[in-house]
């Protein structure tokens, strides 16, 4: 029976594990923490200090001096950017090339028309960038028509002079202003245009004399590199 007591007296016992202290701040607070007296020793801690980090020894890869590095880096940044700009331009130069104008088409941009086979007093139309083109070879009677006409009076003012390069040949485009239909040759009131669409009257230099159209036909760009010879375009 005692030593029935004497084992319980010992299991209820308080057991001592290790010993605490309480730091206790200014506000308050505390916390416990263990001693610093205790001590764990590793079974498996070196006596010496271990050197784990060592660092390895770079120096042969380094260069010989600072501007010499620093002259090989400005060396690799120009090449890179020469090389990057070279690149960039070969690119974009290839790109509108490929977006400009093959020569088919540039072709089809002027129209070379042989004047000699242009009766005086006479029309013919030629067909450029899909626009009707006229050409007249006005008379020297027409041609001064034309300059005897007033330019106030006009809707669209423009003189004879302004409209030809030589007197005797009139080119313009042959859609009418106001909406786009082809005009008739040698017809209307004025001896020159009329657009049976609405109406409109063109005299023999082109300029609008009635109806609805607001403009003058319209003078393409065009050239005579020799005589007798006409570019259009
Ligand atoms: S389109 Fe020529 S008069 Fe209307």
Not at 214 to 226: A, K
Request: one cysteine or more.
């Amino acid at each position: 029976m005692n030593c029935l007591r004497t084992t319980a007296a010992r299991a209820l016992r308080p057991r001592t594990i290790a010993p605490l202290t309480t730091a206790r701040y200014a506000n308050g607070a505390s916390t416990s923490h263990f001693d610093d007296t205790s001590e764990y020793k590793s079974p498996f801690a070196s006596p010496e200090p271990r050197t784990t980090t060592k660092i390895p020894d770079f120096s042969k890869y380094r260069g010989g001096s600072t501007s010499g590095n620093k002259l090989f880096g400005y060396f690799m940044v120009g090449t890179m950017g020469a090389l990057s700009a070279a690149g960039a331009k070969a690119t974009i130069q290839d790109f509108l090339v490929n977006m400009s104008a093959s020569a088919d088409v540039l072709a089809m941009a002027k129209v070379e028309v042989n004047l000699s086979a242009i009766p005086e007093g006479k029309n013919v139309i030629i067909k450029w960038r899909g626009k009707p083109v006229f050409i007249r070879h006005r008379t020297p009677d027409e041609i001064e028509e034309a300059n005897a006409v007033k330019v106030e009076s006009l809707r669209d003012p423009q003189t004879d002079a302004e409209r030809v390069k030589q007197p005797e040949w009139l080119v313009m485009v042959g859609v009418c202003t106001h909406l786009g239909c082809v005009p008739v040759g040698e017809a209307g009131d004025y001896g020159g245009w009329f657009c049976p669409c609405h109406g409109s009257h063109y005299d023999i230099s082109g300029r609008v004399r009635r109806g609805p159209a607001p403009l003058n036909l319209e003078i393409p760009e065009y050239d005579f590199p020799e005589e007798g010879k006409l570019i259009i375009g």
